[in-house]
């Protein structure tokens, strides 16, 4: 469970993203984080892995909670993968030898570890950042929007990794897509615009919930998805609906 | 997929046992990847040529006052002379340079978010404590075995010691301030470095700061690092004379120092996060 105590993020230049949050998440269950853009999912997410600190108010953690998925902020890139995958087990409690067996092995690299990451192409950095995320034990794993970098040839590998993962560890996704949402989680916080975030138990109650808000306001939609299963609540955003189709 | 999922030794421990353990795998983690580089060399090289600067200041300043058929300022040797002033002068100057490291701005957002600032400034003092007693502990000893100076053993260890572990306390005070100013004000970065490094000359390494005339020897007391330089003198010289040799003025400014690093840090820290 995370205790969120009061929690306010503000920029410097005085926007509020997250206003006196107080709420209790669970962290054995897989949760989604759902709502549109400029709600702070992403702020919360950092909020509760602890790259970002509350400008007031205190988190209590009483789990081991990941960094966000993917995290690549760390690496040394004059160092060789295999240091940078070594120091990060050394860090969160687990083995580097087995760390690194599990990284090279299911992203099959082999001497690529042992040359400085800097001359790693991008997408394998980033694919290695988020293997690292799934090869480090968590109590709760944590996503900022995508459970593993781009390449559709490599989906099926993170869904199999997140879903081997979560057989016994939380997840808590942020989204602002809900067929991401619905695929990946059991439950679900709905951030909202105007008003404060709700905790909804039932993954498909939050979906309601974030197109009945994202309906509110009536704005100029693009009706074009086609798997919608209440038409009529169903346009929204503009913005929802573009990153929709592109997905 | 046949890989075994790593598991955690503390998968289930209890709240205060996993921040504890954290805490210790952080260290013992930063320590290990610190300790192999340092300047771009393996561990050993590394070390070495950051002791290579205050030998090169003793052997110069040396030769300098041979060349001038100088007799030492104070004792009978006058290298030990020297070493007992640049060696407690290095340690401030280069423990004030070295930990600007840890709170740079590169430092602060190229970490997992389970290392603290703090744990990266403990792990430096730790590693600078630790290269600079071996190239102390060298030079002094170098100077025992080689040179055939028998003072160059300290008289009163405790004494010695603990004007360093004062020198250093400054030192580290001093970095943290100066990393939280260059943060805030970039060109402190080449400021400080030329004003440490000129601030040798007013700490006392190749004079007694007691026979300076009273007058200006007032002025040179506001340096605290001169305080230490005397404080671990007395450790060698057990009749060295005492002016200049407070103790409470060294741990009092190093304590303010601290006290205001700490407190700059702290109130600019959301401020520079969110502007890096």
């Known amino acids: 469970m995370i205790r969120l105590d009061n929690v306010t993020y503000t920029y410097a230049r005085g926007k509020t993203v997250i206003a006196n949050l107080a709420i209790d998440l669970p962290t054995h269950r897989r949760m989604a984080v759902l709502g549109p853009a400029e709600t702070g999912k992403t702020t919360l997410i950092g909020l509760l892995s602890g790259v970002i600190d509350p400008a007031e108010g205190r988190i209590e953690r009483f789990a081991h909670l990941s960094f966000p998925a993917g995290y690549s902020r760390a690496f040394r890139f004059s160092h060789p993968a295999r240091q940078n ?6 860090i969160y409690d687990a083995d580097p030898e087995e760390v690194i067996d599990f990284v090279g092995g299911i992203l099959g690299l082999g001497a690529e570890l042992d040359r400085p990451m800097r001359d790693m192409p991008i997408p394998t950095r980033m694919a290695l950042a988020y293997a690292l995320t799934y090869a480090l034990p968590f109590d709760t794993y944590l996503f900022d929007n995508i459970i593993g970098p781009g390449d559709p040839a490599n989906r099926d590998l993170w869904r199999q990794l997140y879903d081997a993962r979560t057989v016994s560890a939380g997840a ?21 615009r105007h ?49 929709q189709a592109g997905e | 997929m046949g890989q075994a999922y790593p598991n955690g030794r503390i998968y289930s421990a209890g709240r205060r046992r996993l921040a ?36 090169v200041i003793v052997a110069t300043i040396g030769l300098l006052f041979s060349a001038l058929a100088k007799t030492p300022p104070y004792g009978g040797s006058l290298l030990l002379f020297l070493g007992t002033g640049v060696f407690p002068i290095y340690l401030f100057i280069h423990t004030s340079l070295r930990l600007r490291q840890p709170l740079n701005a590169g430092a602060q957002r190229q970490r997992y978010p389970a290392e603290r600032p703090f744990d990266h400034i403990a792990i430096h003092a730790l590693l600078h404590i630790l290269s600079s007693a071996i190239v ?9 075995y080689l040179g055939g ?31 939280v100013i260059a943060r805030l004000f970039p060109f402190w970065d080449v400021i400080w470095p030329a004003f440490a490094r000129a601030s040798l000359h007013f700490s006392g390494p190749y004079f007694v700061a007691a026979f300076l005339p009273p007058d200006s020897r007032w002025y040179f007391g506001l340096n605290p690092v001169i305080h230490g330089v005397n404080w671990f003198r007395h450790g060698f010289y057990p009749f060295y004379p005492n002016q200049l040799t407070d103790h409470n003025y060294l741990l009092g400014a190093a304590l303010a120092m601290l006290a205001f690093g700490l407190l700059l840090e702290a109130g600019t820290r959301r401020h520079l996060e969110e502007r890096d």
Do not use: K, W
Not at chain 1, 211 to 239: F, H, N, V, Y
Not at chain 2, 42 to 49: E, T, V
Not at chain 2, 153 to 172: N, Q, R, T, Y
């Open chain 1, 195 to 243: 008003a404060a975030p709700v905790f909804c138990d039932d993954i498909r109650e939050a979906i309601a919930l974030f197109e009945e808000d994202a309906a509110a306001p009536a704005r100029a939609a693009t009706p074009e998805s086609a798997e919608t299963r209440d038409q009529g609540r169903r346009e929204g955003d503009g913005e929802h609906a573009v990153a």
């Open chain 1, 85 to 90: 995958l070594a120091f990060a087990a050394r």
């Open chain 2, 149 to 179: 100076v028998n003072a160059a053993i300290p008289e009163d260890p405790l004494a010695a010691l603990s004007a360093l572990a004062a020198v250093l306390l400054f030192g580290i005070a001093t970095g943290i301030c100066n990393s």
């Open chain 1, 172 to 192: 808590i996704l942020a989204t602002r897509q809900p067929r991401v949402a619905e695929a990946h989680c059991d439950c679900a916080l709905v951030m909202r």
């Open chain 2, 136 to 144: 102390t502990v060298l030079f002094f000893g170098g100077l025992y």
């Open chain 2, 20 to 55: 504890l353990r954290q805490q210790f795998n952080v260290l013992s983690g930063l320590l290990f990847r610190e300790a192999e580089m340092r300047h771009g060399q393996s561990f050993a090289l590394g070390y070495i040529a950051s002791g290579i600067e205050p030998l």
